[in-house]
């Protein structure tokens, strides 16, 4: 009954060791990618609260004029834009200037409509709305 107690015994501590190693290295991989995946939220909210943009103008031929009034550089090529609650295709639209939209600056967007209500997304998710006509 000694022999098999101290068998078991050995089996027990052996296996709690097994499984100690096998646990440690997949908590810590875990870890680590928790730590990476908040820092890339971290940035990610940080880009989005310092976006702001702004509907400045409205014009009769549908033309909107919208300010990018934040510290980022958008792509004018990657807006969204929700027309009466429909979300428009980016076939139907044309940002002018296109590319790179630096911060204090302003792009043309013709969305064919001069009543309604508009809502431009930037590509991280900050917005503005405006209710013409």
Do not use: C
């Amino acid at each position: 009954m000694g022999f098999s107690t101290s068998a078991v015994v050995v089996i027990f501590s052996a296996s709690v060791m097994y499984m100690a190693a096998m646990f440690y290295p997949l908590a810590d991989m875990s870890h680590r990618n928790t730590l990476v995946a908040e820092k890339v939220s971290n940035e990610l909210w940080k880009e989005k609260l310092n976006t702001k943009i702004a509907i400045t103008n409205w014009a009769s031929n549908g033309s909107i004029t919208v300010y990018n009034n934040g510290s980022v550089a958008l792509n004018s090529s990657k807006i969204d834009i929700v027309l009466d609650g429909q979300l428009k295709p980016s076939s139907s639209y044309k940002a002018n200037p296109g590319g790179i939209w630096p911060p204090k600056t302003s792009i043309n967007v013709n969305i064919g409509t001069a009543s309604g209500r508009v809502k431009i997304i930037a590509a991280n998710g900050a917005s503005d709305y405006a209710l013409y006509g």
